[in-house]
């Protein structure tokens, strides 16, 4: 199997059977993931260094605006798409084999699991795996100790508390907290501020 038949398989949502070509071919690539992670969680890097370790990591070109304090943690890397000016904090885990997009400007705080994969609820199929997609809007901050489950959408501007468990999509400027995460509240946009002052 190549990289691209296997992102292809990954992004269409399908069971991963145990022991089947994709399962493998993700060892696979978990094997370069561990070797690349060790390398940039083992000694100081400047944060050129990081970038270009990171490009390594995901196989796709990282902008200068990224920034990270390591260490950093992933058993994939090639299925995790990070866009302009986005921070993670560190020990940020990442388990990006269903696929995991960070728009532009997103804070990961420290400790923040995100994980695409679930394993099948029958015990006879335990060892095959469910991936979905993980979207994380711009502008989006993730407190210290947060887990992101697969398939979840996390809407522009919103925030992730700490500790919270999010299972559900959150809607755009909110704020979601707990386990479940649920809404806590609403964030209110600068113009709103300025109409609720005037009226």
């Not at 070797?35 to 940039?40: D, F, S």
């Not at 795996?129 to 979840?152: E, F, L, Q, S």
Request: aromatic share 6%; proline share 6%.
């Amino acid at each position: 199997m190549k990289l691209d038949e296997f992102l292809r398989e990954m992004d269409s949502g399908k069971e991963v059977i145990a022991n089947s070509p994709a399962h493998l071919y993700m060892h696979q690539l978990s094997q370069e993931a561990m070797r690349l992670t060790a390398e940039l969680n083992g000694s100081y890097h400047t944060a050129e260094e990081i970038r270009h370790l990171m490009e390594k990591i995901t196989g796709r070109p990282i902008d200068d605006s990224f920034a990270l304090f390591p260490p950093f943690y992933t058993d994939c890397g090639k299925n995790l798409k990070i866009g302009k000016k986005v921070f993670f904090n560190a020990s940020v885990k990442i388990q990006d084999q269903g696929g995991v997009t960070i728009e532009d400007g997103a804070l990961i705080g420290h400790n923040v699991v995100i994980a695409t994969l679930d394993h099948n609820l029958d015990p006879n199929r335990r060892g095959n795996m469910i991936p979905a997609p993980i979207h994380i809007g711009k502008n989006v901050w993730i407190g210290a100790n947060a887990t992101i489950c697969k398939g979840v959408t996390i809407g522009d501007g919103a925030v992730i508390a700490a500790g919270a468990v999010v299972v559900t999509n959150v809607p755009p400027n909110t704020v979601f907290g707990g386990v479940p995460a649920k809404e806590l509240k609403k964030i209110p946009q600068e113009s709103e501020e300025i109409t609720a002052k005037n009226q």
